[in-house]
């Protein structure tokens, strides 16, 4: 059994056993919005959050694709964590700084997961486009706007902020106790998805590194994304095609007519494909191959649109129970459509592949 194959066996043991669907509702209506008890065993036993941390920095020194596999088993389950906004996209953002002082300084804890630590970025209409950031910082290092839709924005202990600086495009970090920074939680559609809204009014920020690559951190957080769809739609399809054994109908299990049949075959294909657009996004980040960024919308586009389609048709046949509070149907169809909006909505990423298509 390969690295990967070994992760995924030990990830997905541990989050039946303390993932269930009562497990992840407690979770997410906690005042962390997950489970501390669980984050501390996947960063202290499985070391999820230093995967694609550099062991200098206290990581494991992996790579996305392992990464992949841990987001793909959490979101199989629905988990709520911070793995995402923290062990990734601010952790990649570190990294891609190219700040070693701030490197050394934060990473260690993240890596852990003794710290979580977030990154503010887009503003009300969700655009995640490096051409319109929500903040702007000073040639001092000030910094005001209201970036939203951020990771677990109110509780992290490390708060980054991407902001259009005189010079260009500058990672900063801002101090928390900060009187000019302002945090509250935004509800959202998806209720296992922590969100917050961040408002800097002369905010002081820390420079961090001179200039900062905004278009390949989006690319790492949309492959990233894929992984959590890719295992979401995965695990509805299997409660899905459970649920067709169990109920009956004109005497026997829906399953066994032929039509429902033919439409759990063409939902299988969809999440195996998309399975395929994002590993292959995954690999190409790893490579740092030319195609990284066509491959990510991509995984970012096809993965979106087959979670939302195989969340619909979970709850068309579950019947009167798919749209019931207590049936988890509605939780995958809630991530469902609070994912494909998450850093761009796939309308924005076509028109990035259409215009890259247009430029060659």
């Not at 206290?58 to 979101?75: F, I, R, S, T, Y």
């Not at 629905?78 to 050394?104: I, M, T, W, Y």
């Amino acid at each position: 059994m390969d690295t990967a194959a070994e992760l995924r066996a030990v990830l997905r043991t541990l989050l039946t056993r303390q993932c269930d669907s009562a497990a992840v509702r407690a979770a997410a209506a906690s005042p962390s919005g997950y489970d501390g008890g669980l984050w501390a065993r996947l960063c202290g036993e499985i070391g999820v959050a230093g995967l694609a941390v550099p062991e200098k920095y206290g990581g494991a020194g992996a790579g996305p694709v392992e990464m992949h596999v841990a987001l793909e088993e959490l979101g199989r389950m629905l988990a709520p964590s911070p793995l995402l906004g923290s062990a990734v996209v601010a952790a990649q953002a570190l990294l891609l700084a190219g700040d070693a002082e701030a490197c050394e300084r934060l990473l260690p804890d993240v890596a852990a997961g003794e710290r979580i630590a977030t990154l503010a970025w887009t503003g009300p209409a969700g655009d995640w486009s490096p051409d319109e950031l929500a903040l702007r910082a000073t040639e001092d290092g000030v910094l005001d706007g209201e970036a939203h839709y951020v990771l677990d924005g109110d509780h992290a202990d490390i708060l980054l902020a991407v902001a259009q600086a005189p010079d260009g495009i500058q990672l900063c970090e801002l101090d928390t106790a900060d009187s000019g920074v302002d945090r509250a939680v935004t509800p959202a559609l998806d209720v296992t998805r922590r969100l917050a809204r961040i408002t800097l009014r002369g905010a002081h920020g820390r420079r961090i590194g001179d200039r900062f690559p905004l278009d390949r951190l989006r690319d790492i957080a949309c492959v990233a994304l894929s992984a959590e769809q890719v295992g979401a739609a995965a695990r509805a399809l299997e409660l899905t095609v459970a649920y067709t054994k169990e109920r009956v109908q004109f005497g026997q299990p829906i399953g066994g007519f032929q039509a429902l049949q033919h439409r759990l075959a063409d939902l299988h294909v969809l999440v195996e494909s998309a399975r395929s657009a994002s590993y292959a996004a995954a690999d190409a980040l790893a490579a740092g191959t030319a195609e990284a960024t066509v491959l990510a919308a991509v995984a970012k586009v096809y993965c979106s649109e087959t979670l939302q389609q195989v969340a619909a048709e979970m709850i068309q046949l579950h019947g009167g129970i798919g749209i019931t509070w207590e049936h988890d149907a509605h939780l995958y169809f809630k991530r469902a459509h609070g994912a494909a909006h998450l850093f761009g909505s796939p309308q924005a990423h076509l028109a990035r592949l259409e215009a890259t298509a247009t430029a060659l």
